[in-house]
């Protein structure tokens, strides 16, 4: 496959059935339903990101952004179960640095499931450090680890 196939840009409205289906493929308890991505798509006004393989969407990243605040959240991100594996988290983490730094933020921020260990694997690698821990966090009882990782 060529690697022109791959491209990121912002999700725009016709994105959002193609996102929903993604979103419920890659979270079940936690999944947003259709409004709440609407919303999301347009609270995060500019930052919200989609990554397209041959013109299908193979992964997402919400960031959210507060006024005067240091950090960026990244508030979801995922990747479609047949794309894993192809450094597209990653990219899209990038993409988050670069909306970051043109933001003057100095660090992203997030929270993941203390069970989630390959998202906890991926943020370790990208040089995330773990800053606190939020218990009983998820629907399903389990904790939250929080992490943040500084922009140079
Ligand atoms: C976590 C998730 C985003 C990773 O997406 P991905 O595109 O497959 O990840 P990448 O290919 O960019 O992997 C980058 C690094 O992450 C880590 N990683 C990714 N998947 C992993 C797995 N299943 N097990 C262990 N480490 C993993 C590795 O360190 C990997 O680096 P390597 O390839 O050099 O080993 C994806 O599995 C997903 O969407 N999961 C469901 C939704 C979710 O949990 N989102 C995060 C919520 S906080």
Redesign the pocket.
């Known amino acids: 496959m060529s690697a022109n196939s791959v491209h990121i840009r912002p999700a725009v409205a016709a994105d959002l059935n193609e996102l929903f289906h993604l979103e419920q493929l890659?979270?079940d308890a936690e999944s947003f339903n259709r409004r709440q991505l609407r919303y999301l798509a347009h609270r995060a006004n500019g930052l919200f990101w989609i990554l397209t393989d041959e013109g299908r969407i193979a992964?997402f990243i919400i960031l959210l952004e507060r006024k005067n605040t240091e950090g960026l959240r990244v508030y979801s991100?995922?990747?479609s179960p047949a794309f894993?594996?192809?450094?597209?988290?990653?990219q899209m983490i990038q993409q988050a640095l670069v909306l970051a730094q043109e933001r003057a933020k100095r660090f992203l921020y997030?929270e993941?499931s203390e069970h989630?260990?390959?998202?906890i694997?991926?943020y370790r690698?990208l040089g995330f450090m773990e800053t606190g821990r939020r218990k009983a966090y998820y629907k399903d009882g389990s904790a939250a680890l929080l992490m943040r990782l500084f922009i140079d």
């Open positions: 890659c979270f992964a991100l995922a990747v894993r594996g192809r450094s597209y988290a990653q997030l993941v989630n260990g390959a998202a694997q991926l690698k």
